[in-house]
Nanobody, 124 residues
Framework: QSQLVESGGGLVQPGGSLRLSCVGFGHTYAIGWFRQAPGKEREGVSCVSETGKHTDYIDSVKGRFTVSRDNAKNTVYLQMNSLKPEDTAVYHC????????????????????WGQGTQVTVSS
């Protein structure tokens, strides 16, 4: 298994947008996006199943974030719009497996390989 690499983070003003990319996996897996802000526990943000058919999001990002995948490129994207200061965190992608019904999950125990993270800072 190749090392996962996230990119696309940076400093953006509230209301702005960023697109994160996750690359480095040679096989098809479910991909989860997780974030951790200072003083807070890591939380699952979004995920996409192996087929790309199923996605999930935490309530705080629904309608603002969109996860997608291009399996031909072994790349998963997290499009983040209408960013808020509370979105500030280090964002990690991870490879995992979907549930038997095909859904992906936002619990980290389902994920095996993790990238090093990319910093997203939302500030005026």
């Amino acid at each position: 298994q190749s090392q996962l690499v996230e990119s696309g983070g940076g400093l953006v003003q509230p209301g702005g947008s960023l697109r994160l990319s996750c690359v480095g996996f040679g096989h098809t897996y479910a991909i989860g996006w997780f974030r951790q802000a200072p003083g807070k526990e890591r939380e699952g943000v979004s995920c996409v199943s192996e087929t790309g058919k199923h996605t999930d999001y935490i309530d705080s990002v629904k309608g603002r974030f969109t996860v997608s995948r291009d399996n031909a490129k072994n790349t998963v994207y997290l499009q983040m719009n209408s960013l808020k200061p509370e979105d500030t965190a280090v964002y990690h992608c991870a490879t995992g497996l979907s549930l038997l019904d095909g859904r992906c999950v936002l619990t980290p125990n389902y994920y095996n390989f993790w990238g090093q993270g990319t910093q997203v800072t939302v500030s005026s």
